[in-house]
């Protein structure tokens, strides 16, 4: 999200968008727990317990009973949760990637293999496919016409608008 912004406003310094990332992020369910991650710290979403919780000692034990009860839920769910996406893995672990297919003339992105600041795009391009091999290809650079070769688990198809 960071990096995104930093892109398309590079005269804007990254602190200011920090908070709202933070919050988006907080606030995101995580697809494996299902929770987002301010729930499995305080056991609500984010915001403030009601304010007449307050006013009397019974409503505040309670509410600390509901939110303790809450958040052992929250967690033995995210166990299986966490342990169902462990033996997806597992399974998926053995099996290929499936590598993308790539033909003589086609636009591609390239993974840098070193960034040395982290609001750097990850990946250089477009590059021009000239000779496709088995798990390789070789690109042109259209800015500079320099050919160098590319491991395609190092490319990203580039589709233009």
Same mark, same amino acid.
């Given at each position: 999200?960071?990096?995104?912004?930093?892109?398309?406003?590079?005269?804007?310094?990254?602190? =200011?968008?920090?908070?709202?990332?933070?919050?988006?992020?907080?606030?995101? #369910?995580?697809?494996? @727990?299902?929770? @987002?991650?301010?729930?499995?710290?305080?056991?609500? @979403?984010?915001? #403030?317990?009601?304010?007449?919780?307050?006013?009397?000692?019974?409503?505040?034990? +309670?509410?600390?009973?509901?939110?303790?009860?809450?958040?052992?839920?929250?967690? $033995?769910? /995210? #166990?299986?949760? /966490?342990?169902?996406? +462990?033996? $997806?893995? +597992?399974? #998926?672990?053995?099996?290929?990637? =499936?590598?993308?297919?790539?033909?003589?003339?086609?636009?591609?992105?390239?993974?840098?293999?070193?960034?040395?600041?982290?609001?750097? =795009?990850?990946?250089?391009?477009?590059?021009?496919? /000239?000779?496709?091999?088995?798990?390789?290809?070789?690109? $042109?650079?259209?800015?500079?016409?320099?050919?160098? +070769?590319? =491991?395609?688990?190092?490319?990203?198809?580039?589709?233009? /608008?």
């Amino acid at each position: 999200m960071i990096r995104s912004h930093v892109s398309e406003n590079p005269d804007e310094h990254p602190f =200011n968008i920090l908070p709202y990332a933070v919050q988006c992020y907080n606030s995101t #369910r995580n697809k494996t @727990t299902g929770f @987002t991650p301010y729930e499995l710290v305080f056991g609500h @979403t984010s915001g #403030r317990p009601p304010e007449h919780v307050y006013l009397e000692k019974e409503l505040m034990s +309670k509410y600390v009973r509901d939110i303790r009860n809450k958040l052992e839920y929250y967690y $033995k769910i /995210t #166990r299986v949760r /966490t342990d169902e996406q +462990k033996q $997806k893995a +597992k399974i #998926r672990f053995g099996v290929s990637p =499936n590598l993308q297919s790539y033909e003589i003339g086609d636009k591609v992105f390239v993974k840098q293999s070193q960034i040395s600041n982290k609001l750097q =795009n990850k990946f250089d391009g477009p590059f021009e496919i /000239t000779q496709v091999f088995e798990n390789s290809a070789l690109l $042109k650079n259209p800015e500079t016409n320099r050919i160098s +070769k590319g =491991n395609f688990d190092r490319l990203k198809p580039c589709f233009e /608008t």
